[in-house]
């Protein structure tokens, strides 16, 4: 059973940072792919940036030069550190993680980039 929970959302100035944490601390399995998505009101949930179990980071374009993805497989546990935030990075961004007996998700958390 799969119990991923994200935290590090909240409110923020554009050009300001913040920093997703997403974990599964008491799973006993691999986890290999884990990935950020975001979904903005009225549109469709989107990849951010995945990352490889051996650490080969995947960005969307729109996250390319600003946001840096990282893992560490000790703690199950995955990072997005994103700068420079802009209004258009709003949305709840949802952690997604592959055990290879299944594919699951977090309960997303809430980024708001406004003055």
């Known amino acids: 059973q799969a119990r991923l929970a994200e935290s590090g959302g909240g409110l923020v100035q554009p050009g300001g940072s913040l920093r997703l944490s997403c974990s599964d601390p008491g799973t006993i399995y691999n986890i290999y792919v884990m990935g950020w998505y975001r979904q903005a009101p009225g549109k469709q949930r989107e990849l951010v940036a995945s990352?490889?179990?051996?650490?080969?980071?995947t960005y969307a374009g729109s996250a390319k030069g600003r946001f840096t993805i990282s893992r560490d497989n000790a703690k199950n546990t995955v990072y997005l550190q994103m700068n420079d935030l802009k209004p258009e990075d709003t949305a709840v961004y949802y952690c997604?993680?592959?055990?290879?007996?299944?594919?699951?998700w977090g309960p997303g958390t809430q980024v708001t980039v406004s003055s």
């Open positions: 997604n993680a592959d055990y290879g007996f299944g594919n699951y």
């Open positions: 990352i490889t179990r051996g650490g080969d980071p």
